[in-house]
């Protein structure tokens, strides 16, 4: 049984930046992949970024290509996303989402393991 919680959303301005965290709890393996989707309100959830257990060749969503950074810290079982020049379309509920898998999957329907989420709102 693996334990996803995330921390870091809030309400900040169109412009700014908010660093998201998700750290894993229990038996994980040694291939685990992460990720982060987001629902916003009346929406379907959508894929955001994933990255793979080495770190290496991580992959977005083109929404947010160039103001968003998934990282990793396999020490800490952590995932971090970082969220530069924020847009209102940006507000949602951040879940992170992992597996056991050597492919960065890009589909909800891939993630056995999911985090409660993380509200964040960007005002105009």
């Given at each position: 049984q693996v334990q996803l919680v995330e921390s870091g959303g809030g309400l900040v301005q169109a412009g700014g930046s908010l660093?998201?965290?998700?750290?894993?709890?229990?038996?994980?393996?040694?291939?685990?992949?992460m990720g982060w989707f987001r629902q916003a309100p009346g929406k379907e959830r959508e894929f955001v970024a994933a990255i793979g257990w080495s770190g290496y060749i991580p992959s977005y969503v083109d929404s947010v290509k160039g103001r968003f950074t998934i990282s990793r810290?396999?020490?800490?079982s952590t995932v971090y996303l970082?969220?530069?020049?924020?847009?209102?379309?940006?507000?949602a509920v951040y879940y992170c989402a992992g597996v056991s898998s050597l492919v960065v999957h890009i589909t909800s329907?891939?993630?056995h393991d999911w985090g409660q989420g993380t509200q964040v709102i960007v005002s105009s």
């Open positions: 660093r998201l965290s998700c750290t894993a709890s229990g038996r994980t393996g040694c291939i685990y992949v810290d396999n020490a800490k970082q969220m530069n020049s924020l847009k209102p379309e940006d507000t329907s891939q993630y």
